[in-house]
């Protein structure tokens, strides 16, 4: 019994009541301009006084409300109405304008059924508490008992208890219809105001597009804080152990960790930038190291933490690192960055890097440069002189999905009796 007036005169049916409501006061425009309209067909006549007449108005406004449902601003109110109203989750409702004509198409029929639902139980909300309460106060009310209305429980000889049951009768019939129409509409919008194919796709381009982003700025965090932390420990180590007998290295290795640090600081103030929506660039903001411009010094600032690196450059047919398209050396730097943060960390001995611009393997002119290669080994250290690993491989799987966007890949593993890294970025369409 508690159940079944839940549903009836709950909270949640209450609501939808409301709803329906609303969608009566929403047709009142369509249905007043229906009403002129029928009556000038109907040779002047006073719509309001004819029951027929009013029922043609009604129809009349029906195909109005469909036809201005087709702007797209139609469905995110209707789908703010049915999420606060209605009880419906959101995730099952479309979000923002109808674009499409089969999505213009859907939100029409939903804004035809609300509205013109609404206005049946809103005409009934209106029309059957004021006659249920005659009814009920009939036995108590001397006056309505003899109006002659040609009714049996209007006159004096009919029982007591009619009238009262007939009048909660007809609360109970409004209740119950009221809650019925409402959990049909509820069942409905999902159907109507749910999102489309096209809808669908278009979120998941959103959820992609974001997720590219916030990768993108993972992979610059990782890269230039993690390398500059890697690189800042082994040189202040380095330097605690020659302090005593080499003060020539230990102002060099300072040098260079302060060096590493304030290029991390402007790196890290560029990566912050991008996180904040709208902001645009800062002129005096770092820009973002280059092959070109910035392979030295991130040789000698490594190799200032003791690291010994042989590193051989073959720019080949391109001429010079500053001939090579933009992307391609922004993100090689970042991939031998990555590569000398994962030698320093794990790794003993001498590095060797090599980096070469080589015809692609599907080229036929050998001379046309195609692929930049970046090959980089060094001796594994023993497991019981690893760093211990922290970052669950992140840079290395940055790296290779660096490598992916342009075209390429990335390889990393024993090779042999060492641990070797290789990189090949296309060259061929590239931005420069």
Known sequence: MRDALGR???????????????????????????????????????????FPLTLAAYAAALPLAAATAVFGLVRPLSV??????????????????????????????????????GALVSGMTLAVPPMAVVLIALPFVSGPRATELGLGWFSTRAEPYVAPALGIGLLAALALCAA????????????????????????????????????RLARELHDAVGHALS????????????????????????????????????????????LRDGDPARPDAAPAPTLAADLDGLLARTRAAGTTITALQEPGAVGDWAALPAIVSREAYR????GLSNALRHGTGPVDLR??????????????????????????????????????????????ERAALLGGSVEAGPHEDRWRLRAVLPLAGGDR
């Open 80 to 117: 703010s109405a049915v999420r606060a109203l209605c009880g419906v989750p959101g995730e099952l409702l479309a979000e923002g304008p109808a674009l499409s004509w089969a999505a213009r198409g859907r939100t029409s029929a939903w804004w035809t059924l609300h509205l013109g639902a």
């Open 335 to 338: 991939i031998v960055q990555e």
């Open 355 to 400: 980096i070469r611009v080589r015809a692609g393997h599907d080229s036929t002119d050998l001379d046309r440069p195609r692929e930049l290669e970046i090959t980089m080994t060094n001796p594994p250290a023993a497991p019981e002189d690893r760093e211990p690993r922290t970052t669950g491989g992140r840079g290395l799987r940055g790296s290779a």
């Open 8 to 50: 009836l005169l709950g909270a949640r049916a209450r609501l939808r009541w409301i709803h329906l409501i609303l969608g009566g006061a929403l047709l009142m425009p369509y249905f007043l301009l229906a009403q002129v309209g029928v009556g000038v067909a109907a040779g002047g006549a006073n719509a309001f006084s004819s």
């Open 180 to 215: 019925g129409t409402g959990a049909l509409l509820a069942r409905t919008a999902p159907v109507l105001l749910g999102p489309t194919a096209a809808d669908r796709l278009a979120a998941a381009e959103e959820r992609a597009a974001d997720l590219a982003v916030r990768n």
């Open 231 to 274: 690189a800042v420990t082994l040189q202040a180590a380095a330097a605690r152990r020659m302090v005593e007998r080499d003060p020539d290295f230990v102002r060099e290795a300072l040098a260079a960790i302060e060096d590493t640090t304030r290029r991390t600081v402007g790196e890290l103030d560029a990566v912050l930038g991008l």
